[in-house]
């Protein structure tokens, strides 16, 4: 089975932009769940995962703005999460379902966190994979490093490198699976090079507005009131046991669920990764995995 590709038109204070999304399963599932992927990730991600899910599940995987084969921003101080959210919305809008749930990597799940919080959600179950309402300074600093550098890659085996490299945190994988995991965030160019398939515009946001410290949204998870899970990789720099542990106890008090021998951030591509994530969503009535 291959997704559909569509798009859909939004709205930003500089004018229109284009999210392009993948979409599987049957277009008339009025079960809706949307993946959304991390900061320099794309909807690619989630094809194991929507495969997976997609005899249960119409499902929506987004390339977030300035991301894979959506519209670059006019303004790159407005890449941030209340203009993601304001996507999202008008994507869940062109979908038209009254409620979905929500898988989110990373920012993915902080865009989920800050949708779910507001009155009248429309998300009914939330995923937070290796994200939560603290972000840890030092995992802020060590994307900052490589985030908007925009480096070009003579052939696809150095980008693979490069890749492994950035993102060894996320755990063991095979060489054909670092190899997917390169080829849908890098676009051939007209000299036969590769270059990262993102705006590296969008570092300037991130680095300009790095918090002095720890970043806290407490509020917003806080206000949740759907079910929530947390799949935390074992060794994240990003997401603390401790605050997992906080999450327990208070707002929606999610469910936690870690995963050995990963860091940030469990791709979703194991089968000890899917199975939790799969029982989570699945538990209401008419879903069985």
Same mark, same amino acid.
């Given at each position: 089975?291959?997704? $559909?590709?569509? #798009? ?7 004018? @229109? ?21 991390? @900061? $320099? !990730? ?12 997609? %005899?249960?599940? !119409? +499902? ?9 084969? %959506? ?18 919305? $008008? @994507? ?12 989110? #990597? ?20 939330? =995923?937070?994979n290796d994200a939560g309402p603290v972000v840890t300074k030092v995992s802020l600093e060590r994307i900052a490093t490589y985030v ?12 693979? *490198? ?21 080829? +849908?965030?890098?676009?051939? &160019? ?17 680095? !300009? ?39 327990? *106890?208070?707002?929606? !008090? ?18 000890? &990764?899917?199975?939790? =994530? ?6 209401? &009535?008419?879903?069985?995995?």
């Amino acid at each position: 089975m291959e997704p $559909t590709q569509r #798009t859909v038109q939004c709205a930003s204070l500089k004018g @229109l932009h284009k999210i392009a999304y993948l979409e599987w399963g049957d277009p008339e599932n009025t079960n809706v769940l949307v993946c959304v992927h991390g @900061l $320099t !990730r794309c909807a690619r991600d989630f094809d194991t995962l929507g495969l997976a899910l997609s %005899s249960n599940y !119409r +499902v929506i995987c987004p390339d977030v703005a300035g991301r894979g084969h %959506s519209d670059w921003l006019a303004d790159p101080m407005l890449y941030g999460i209340p203009q993601y959210v304001s996507d999202m919305v $008008t @994507l869940i809008a062109r979908l038209d379902v009254p409620k979905v749930d929500w898988v989110g #990597t990373s920012m993915g799940g902080l865009i989920g966190m800050a949708l779910a919080s507001l009155p009248d959600s429309p998300i009914a179950k939330l =995923v937070l994979n290796d994200a939560g309402p603290v972000v840890t300074k030092v995992s802020l600093e060590r994307i900052a490093t490589y985030v908007g550098s925009a480096p070009v890659f003579p052939d696809m085996a150095s980008a693979v *490198k490069y890749v492994r490299a950035v993102s060894a945190t996320f755990g063991p994988h095979s060489d054909d699976e670092w190899r997917f995991l390169a080829e +849908v965030v890098v676009r051939k &160019q007209a000299d036969g090079g590769f270059r990262m398939h993102y705006d590296p515009r969008l570092a300037e946001p991130f680095k !300009r507005e790095m918090p002095a410290g720890d970043l806290e949204l407490w509020p917003l998870y806080d206000a949740i009131r759907c079910p929530v899970m947390v799949l935390r990789g074992e060794s994240s720099d990003l997401l603390r046991r401790e605050t997992c542990a906080e999450m327990e *106890k208070r707002g929606p !008090r999610a469910r936690i669920v870690e995963v050995k021998g990963v860091g940030h951030a469990p791709t979703l591509m194991h089968v000890d &990764q899917i199975e939790p =994530v799969t029982r989570f969503l699945l538990a209401r &009535q008419g879903l069985t995995p």
